[in-house]
């Protein structure tokens, strides 16, 4: 089926990622989407990158290509900066010359977590670790570029489809009786669908302003009481027979080559205020992923 002229072309990066295939299906009723994943365009190749970009002439990017070993990063930290904090600029300097919207996804890790109240976007970001830093300078790659963008940061991200800690939880809880899990360090996951459908709503809003916006799932809970509700949903959905007990632990208990923010809570109120959009709760966000991890 011939699109109108009118519609967007959206270039995807990371389509093959958790969010990116969230993405993938949400983009399209927009405009042509061209999906790239990492073998098909890798983002640490500027020269690459710049050209994919040159030739495929997108009206609109959507990045969703990142480098999220957060642990791993403290000994590539060259790999994280040219992935998180490289592309993106570059991403930026080609949507300025074509006068295309870069839409980029950053995280809460920029902050230190010494906060005692959610962060807004007008908090001075600290990063704890190599991932943070990358992130943060990505970030500030696109604000200097001057091009049209949306830089989107949101926390805990979750889904059927990549490697994140609901699907740790429910591997390991059918491997072992008892878990030691983090409960010092607060947080609000969010499903990747709802963050997908959610972008895909404010990109297709014809008067898209610039700017940097806190996008996550309602609520707050800890890695801890993240860890129970999965396993009691998962029962409740007949995923699992048995779950384990979940003991709960503090972060110096179980010491990471990266520190982790104590505090991941974003405050969203900016993207209700311009957009009129809230994340539900992410409890909903968890009963509606693992009701379809049962098909």
Known sequence: MNQPKHWPRILLTGSGGQLGRELKRSLACLGELITCDHRQLDLANADALRNAVRTMAPTVIVNAAAYTAVDKAETE?????????????????????????????????VFDGSKPSPYTEDDTPAPLATYGRSKHAGELAIAASGARHLIFRTSWVFGLHGANFMKTMLRLGRERTELRVIGDQIGAPTWTRHLADATTLIVGRRDVPSGLYHLNASGETSWHGYAEAIFGEAQRLGLMEQIPVVHRIASADYPLPAPRPANSRLDCSRCQSDFGLALPDWRTGLIDCLADARF
């Open 77 to 109: 930290p060259a790999a994280a900066q040219a992935i998180n904090a490289i592309a993106p600029g570059i991403l930026a300097e080609e949507a300025k010359r074509l006068g295309a919207l870069l839409v980029h996804f950053s995280t809460d890790y």
